[in-house]
């Protein structure tokens, strides 16, 4: 593509961004002194259209850009060093969060605050969770509070409830058999023969036992799934192309269906650590985000979790402030 088309381009992309309206010819020429008339101007953007870098969404309508003018816009256009220092460093403070999980969150939060669009963090298995520690708390005297801390440090807790009455005394000395037995080990070492060894230890309750066993075994099974944070939805409802309550709706179900989402992140990215990955429109490999851009990265968070970030929003969103938002999380973790 020659020098002018370039230009001419990228003027409609800045436009389009911030305007969300289709940009004219006599836009450019009164507001990127090109110096080049409306007429040379029209017959540029024609050129553009039928290179499908740019379409007219009416007959009567200026021009927006296409998919393929973004990845363009992109790959060649885009400035470097026009962010403002308040996006350099994304600064959250992990001093008062207790889990991996508060901590995704918060990231999610403050992306999404910043980008003005839908933030989605996937945290991802790595390595097998083990059990870190267990304890048994009493309720009342046929129930009582199972909490199960892993080695991610997640941590879930459950009511049991069981048929006969169990004193502190004991609930105390199971917690003690548990933890001895239990400690470091991974699903494949929850086996029925560990559960019979520490029923025979500890026989007056082994359908308690029977039942921690199987929560033991649905927490660690469940760490096997890829967990899923978004934040920021309501962000695309301000976006005047996202008015259609149609299209509100396809992006919601979309979001809320993990396959879907797993099936974004999969397309997009490979292991590399630290690499910007842009997908635009039919890129991205769902019908129902053609109208959209994700802008994503492979991310090692706290204690060694390994996860995506995707930012998400339309087609025409700010893709160098978006870019600097994802970079300054890598920034903020070498500091």
Known sequence: MDLRKEQILKAIIKEYIFGAEPVSSKTIVNRYGLNVSSATIRNEM???ESL???KQPHISSGRIPASSGYRYYVDFLMDDDNIADEFNIIDIDTSNIKNINNYLKEVAIVLAGLSNYTVIITEEKQGEDKIHHLKLVGLLEDKALLVLVLSSQKVKDYVLSFLEKISEEDLKKLTDILNYYLIDKNIEGITPELKQEIINIFPSSPLLVEEIFKIVLKALNEEIKVDII?????????????SE???IESFINTLEDQGQLTKIFNNILGQEKGKIDIKIGDEIGLEELNDFTVIATNCSFCDGVQGKIGIIGPTRMFYEKNITLLES???????
């Open 52 to 54: 499908g870098y740019i």
């Open 329 to 335: 999380l890598f920034k903020q973790k070498e500091e």
């Open 46 to 48: 024609a050129a553009l």
């Open 245 to 247: 309550v149609k299209k």
């Open 230 to 242: 978004v934040e920021g939805v309501k962000n695309i409802f301000k976006l005047p192309e996202f």
